[in-house]
């Protein structure tokens, strides 16, 4: 029995993750508006008129790459958070993780987001907006695990104050870990920057 290939005009779908990771180099090392569709095209063999149709211009892409690297990044950053119900050990791991994330073992400069996406240039503030998200993101969830366990703790518990602070220590991290500082002295950081919610007064 002869087997027929049935042949479609459908197109193979787009490997995001390919093309947005092929992107990043291709905006680190141009630019965002000095980079063509033309140029992602030949660096991810997507062809130039499906990435028009996908996404309209470079700006665009440039937007959607910043959007979902970070998205991957407050994923991750907050995937062991939801497991615990002690607030101390649920923020050691959110900032961990954050640790362990902007010190890429594969990446050759150590930090991908940091050299690659961070640095780019950047006129329309899409990095600015799309970070101010992420912390925004980062600080509600926080607060809500503060809120949600402020019963063990005095009334001078204040999980406002002490979520803006663990959001800046996070802040502080990445900055330091695309800076190049260590993992160890990062993970030294964490750990003291914990003493303040361990040292916060409880009920017996």
């Known amino acids: 029995m002869q087997i027929e290939t049935v042949k479609t005009n459908r197109p193979t779908p787009i ?4 093309t947005f990771e092929a992107s990043i180099h291709e905006f680190s090392n141009f630019g965002v508006e000095a980079t063509s569709l033309a140029q992602i095209s030949t660096a991810t063999g997507v ?10 211009d470079t700006a665009n892409l440039f937007s959607n790459v910043v959007k979902w ?13 939801a497991m615990h119900s002690n607030p101390v050990e649920a923020i050691r791991i959110a900032l961990y993780e954050c640790i362990e994330l902007f010190c890429e073992d594969d990446c050759p400069h150590g930090s991908l987001l940091s050299v690659e996406l961070m640095e780019i240039s950047d006129t329309d503030g899409v990095i600015a907006k ?11 969830r926080i607060f809500q695990k503060l809120e949600n366990c402020k019963q063990r ?4 518990f204040n999980p406002n104050e002490l979520a803006e602070f663990y959001t800046e220590v996070m802040a502080i991290l990445i900055k330091q870990a695309c800076d ?16 303040r919610l361990e040292n916060q007064p409880v009920i017996h």
Request: aromatic share 10%.
């Open 180 to 195: 190049g500082v260590d993992r160890t002295a990062l993970y030294n950081l964490a750990d003291a920057s914990l003493e």
């Open 130 to 140: 799309e970070m101010a998200h992420l912390k925004q993101q980062v600080h509600g």
């Open 47 to 56: 062809p130039t008129e499906r990435l028009s149709k996908t996404f309209h």
């Open 153 to 156: 703790f005095t009334s001078n």
């Open 15 to 18: 490997s995001l993750t390919k």
């Open 69 to 81: 690297y970070l998205t991957r990044y407050e994923h991750q950053i907050l995937s062991g958070f």
